[in-house]
């Protein structure tokens, strides 16, 4: 690679010897990330080193914040968001729909900072800047459906007038993760800006970069710089302090963290959605078309190395076609190509971390132990990046190993079959979860009606997760303990308002006239809803 300027891409080849030039072992240029972290609302005079799953390059020391850090980036963004409320709608949208072409416009520059960040493959970073540019327009062009405000029904015809406003909540908190951290950073706080509130994000430690580049093209569309706030930090002392300011809270990540912040939330009384974890299953029946469900696998476990909260890691298949499928997936799953690098050529990046390494080892390793079968992968493979993870497929896995309940959250899914559907539903909503959940069949009316039985927020017909993911009018979110609230379509937006009523009554009151006795204008009332309600109102 050679040395490209900020404007075109942050990507550089150091000098050889790191020992003789301190830029030499940095994978970005120094500028280009000192010009991104100044967005940092930060006084502590700390940093965080921050490494790449590519070679374990070193990428940036990112500054930290602390809860004076966290009350000062609120206060800039309440007095931020009193002017944006009072913009119009339609200025809103325009510019969500010059961020849509940015976005586009600039892929190669976010692509290489999300691989360079996640380690993932770089197909699977294009698609966060597909997810964001659809989510950016899908907004824009439903504004006015989703904020406009509308008529309802009055306790009387003609006599009462009713509408519903939408108010901004004021300023949101979103706290995103790691694994998806471009369309995670943006997505959650585009239609909060829409409804005119401000933000004030805390982006992963681990993905900082990636969040601070999409902050700066919120700048380039036009939204005002001190509406969206950032800063950065440990989740116990930077996040709490955002929940303890906020408006309402975004949290995208674990179980046991949103647990931590609802709590946080009732005590003040506001409002949060929080999508968390999944251990999602994937059903095949007898009569699905093998191939298909077979690629269908492959995107749906090994995206992102398994790294994706609607990912899938058990798949339950019918007797009926089980040795078919499972020769088709195993023989689909040896053809990836693996790495660590910024080529698209790659279909399974890296893991993130060693963390996340240990963790898949540990389940794959231990799974193996209690008598599990590797049917393909099941080791690391340092000689292609410190945290790669083969594609595992493991079969024989028994409730009493790691990996049978809990999240993975890497490249390991499990086998099982099953000899009904009544059978492959009741596992599949075994456990505790529900975020996502697949069926394949070529016939789609019944694969709908599978899905229906199926307790998840979000349930795909012959795809893992795409069609949901990308169906923008549609909600997303976890049942149970893999979350509440939604992203996307109208729950999206409207969890960040707040519905005020306003009714007028025209003419007569809503009370005794002309020196009615209550009893009377009892029996008044009583008459006037039975004819309404002859009359066919609601």
């Known amino acids: 690679m050679s ?180 369309t995670m950073a943006l997505c959650d706080g585009l239609p909060a800006l829409l409804a005119g509130n401000a933000v004030v994000a805390k982006p992963d430690a681990q993905t900082m970069l990636t969040a601070l580049l999409a902050a700066t093209l919120l700048d380039d569309a036009g939204f005002p710089p001190e509406l969206w706030q950032v800063v950065a930090g440990p989740g116990p002392e930077v996040g709490g302090a955002i929940v303890a300011e906020a408006d309402y809270v975004c949290f995208t990540g ?60 058990r798949l339950f298949v019918a007797d009926q076609v089980y040795d078919r499928f499972v020769d088709a997936f195993v023989s689909r799953t040896q053809a990836m190509t693996l790495g660590a690098s910024q080529d698209w050529s790659v279909d399974m990046g890296s893991l993130i971390s060693q963390a996340q390494l240990d963790t898949v080892t540990r389940h794959v390793e231990d799974a193996v132990a209690k008598g599990a079968r590797v049917l393909t992968g099941g080791r690391a493979r340092p000689d292609l990046g410190p945290f790669v993870f083969e594609p595992t497929i493991l079969e024989g896995v028994s409730a009493d190993m790691e990996c049978f309940g809990k999240e993975t959250f890497g490249p390991v899914v499990a086998l099982h079959r099953f000899h009904s559907e009544d059978e492959a539903v009741e596992r599949a909503n075994d456990g505790a979860y529900g975020l996502n959940a697949s069926v394949y069949t070529r016939d789609g009316a019944r694969g709908r009606a599978v899905a229906r039985r199926i307790k998840a927020g979000t349930v795909n017909v012959n795809e893992a997760y795409g069609a949901t993911f990308g169906s923008l009018g549609a909600p997303m979110g976890g049942m149970r303990e893999s979350g509440m609230g939604r992203r996307q379509g109208a729950e999206g937006i409207h969890r960040y308002t707040e519905a005020q009523s306003v009714a007028t009554q025209r003419v007569v009151p809503i009370a005794p006239m002309f020196g009615m006795s209550e009893e009377t204008n009892a029996k008044v009332m009583t008459a006037a809803l039975r004819v309404l309600n002859k009359l066919g109102r609601a």
């Open 254 to 313: 674990s179980t046991a963290t949103g647990r931590v912040i609802a709590r946080q939330c009732a005590e003040r009384l506001i409002g949060c959605s929080l999508e968390l974890g999944g251990k999602n299953p994937m059903l095949v029946l007898r009569d699905a078309d093998v191939h298909r469900a077979a690629e269908g696998a492959v995107r749906g476990v090994f995206s992102n190395a398994g790294q994706l909260c609607v990912s899938m890691e």
């Open 3 to 182: 040395e490209q300027t900020p404007a075109s891409g942050p990507i550089v080849d150091g000098p050889a010897d790191p020992e003789h030039d301190a830029t030499a072992a940095y994978g970005l240029d120094r500028s280009y990330v000192a010009a991104l972290t100044r967005r940092i609302v930060s006084t502590t005079g700390e940093t965080h080193a921050v490494s790449s799953p590519i070679g374990g390059t070193p990428l940036a020391h990112v500054p930290q914040s602390g809860p004076a850090d966290v009350a000062e980036a609120f206060a800039r963004a309440r007095h931020a968001q009193a002017a944006w409320a009072a913009t119009s709608v339609d200025e809103r949208a325009a510019t969500l729909l010059r961020l849509h072409d940015i976005l586009l416009d600039r892929q190669a520059e976010l692509i290489d900072l999300v691989v360079w960040e996640s380690g993932k493959a770089r197909k699977d970073a294009y698609l966060e800047v597909a997810h964001l540019a659809l989510t950016a327009r899908y907004y824009a062009r439903t504004a006015h459906e989703h904020l406009d405000a509308r008529r309802v029904g009055g306790m009387f015809p003609v006599l009462t007038r009713a509408e519903v406003h939408r108010a901004p909540k004021g300023v949101v908190g979103i706290i995103s993760p790691w694994n998806y951290p471009l």
